[in-house]
């Protein structure tokens, strides 16, 4: 092989400025960050979320979506939980926002960056101001 | 049975037009207008309707447009071109175009106050053009607008005979107060269509009427002397029937309807 020394080189730098994201991560401790809503004033008051947590974590999205159709294409305004059976307003705003996360930079914001997703929600659809 | 390479293709040709020509016959014989359905059925069977009794306005009253317009966020936007509206005050020869063309009425009835809005058609031209069915009827009669799927591209405002519908060239927080007036209701974005939505946030099929209809029956006392009266056309023992029949019998009160001659089934009435 001519060049070897040169091609392994070039290889090598080339791994390196490709991986600087993994490694950069790890050196600097970012990696650890990950996303914490804390939800535990909401948790002591005794509120619990329309599915569990771990549910809506996953699911959250399906959920708003389906309600969203449901609420302006089918007329049907209420969901009764799954898990629990109490029932709700399908709102993002009246429900969500304004009845327990009220703090959408903490809980809403924070993950999405961090997944860098960007719902476009809120171009219509309002914030209830953080207290 | 032996099949030979060109009747395989002819065969393959005359289904595939058997199912195009299946198609659209199937599409033309259920009618334009598809219906969304609701998912309890608590809509099917009503028409919703709105009655506008032209003489009992009060000259410079706005209470309509002013509670419509807070309750739904719709920004006032001075540039004529760009402005939104969902309910709102013109004059008789702009509502009533066709009219103009008898010489004695026009005479008489140039520059009278009228209230237009929606009409919420029974046979909308707005849903038919659609491309995405961000517009489409319900089982209760109220045309829709679904905003998540608006795409804008106007045809709905084209289609529209009454000009009912508005487009957002711009972004319509920027014209409104900050917070918005009602936070409880979204606002819409810059690029989609919107209107009148019959106040369908509200329990209007459980007998709770639209905003508008809230702000003149105020004003007025009752729904009986309300210039706006709301209602289920469908339901003959209702007391929006009552007030309807006591119009017309009583008060000798002719229903009119904009632009009859579209065919597009307006649900909204011009008692006169």
């Known amino acids: ?131 | 049975m032996e099949l030979s390479r060109r009747d395989f293709l002819k065969m393959a040709g005359i289904a595939s037009a058997g199912v195009v020509v299946a198609g659209s016959a199937g599409t033309l014989l259920t009618g334009c207008t598809p219906v969304a359905k609701s998912k309890d059925g608590s809509l099917a069977g009503k028409q919703m309707a709105m009655l506008y009794v032209p003489s009992r306005h009060e000259e410079g009253c706005t209470d309509c447009t002013q509670a419509c317009h807070l309750k739904h966020n719709v920004p006032n936007i001075a540039d004529k071109k760009h402005e939104i509206k969902w309910i709102w005050e013109t004059e008789f020869q702009h509502a009533f175009t066709e009219y103009m063309e008898n010489d004695l009425l026009k005479e008489r009835m140039k520059g009278v106050p009228y209230f237009v809005l929606c009409n919420h058609c029974a046979n909308p031209a707005c849903t038919r053009v659609c491309p995405t069915k961000a517009t489409f009827k319900r089982e209760d009669g109220v045309v829709m607008m679904d905003y998540h799927r608006c795409i804008g591209c106007r045809f709905c405002v084209a289609a529209c005979p009454y000009g009912a519908r508005s487009f957002n060239f711009e972004d319509p927080r920027d014209s409104l107060s900050k917070p918005v007036p009602n936070p409880n209701f979204p606002t819409r974005e810059r690029g989609v269509v919107e209107k009148c939505n019959f106040c369908s946030e509200l329990d209007i099929q459980g007998g709770e009427l639209p905003y508008c209809v809230q702000a003149c029956v105020k004003r007025k006392g009752s729904l009986e002397k309300s210039a706006l009266i709301f209602g289920d056309l469908a339901d003959e023992k209702s007391d929006f029937h009552n007030i309807l029949e006591h119009l017309q019998k009583e008060e000798k009160l002719i229903p009119l309807r904009r632009k009859e001659i579209a065919g597009t089934q307006p649900k909204v009435y011009y008692l006169v």
Not at chain 1, 81 to 95: A, C, H, M, P, Q
Not at chain 1, 107 to 130: L, T
Request: glycine share 6%; charged share 25%; proline share 3%.
């Open chain 1, 1 to 131: 092989m001519y060049d070897k020394g040169k091609i392994i080189i070039g290889v090598i730098i080339f791994l390196a400025v490709f991986t600087i994201p993994f490694w950069y991560s790890q050196a600097t401790g970012d990696a650890d960050k990950s996303p914490y809503a804390d939800t535990s004033k909401l948790i002591a008051e005794g509120k619990t979320c329309v599915e569990p947590a771990d549910y809506m974590r996953e699911h959250h999205v399906k959920l708003l979506t389906d309600w969203r159709n449901d609420v302006v294409r089918g007329a049907d305004t209420i969901y009764t939980s799954e898990e629990y059976g109490t029932t709700f307003d399908k709102s993002l705003t009246n429900t969500c926002l304004e009845q327990c996360h009220t703090n959408k930079s903490q809980f809403c914001d924070q993950c999405h960056s961090y997944v860098g997703v960007k719902p476009n929600c809120w171009s219509c659809h309002n914030v209830v101001e953080e207290k």
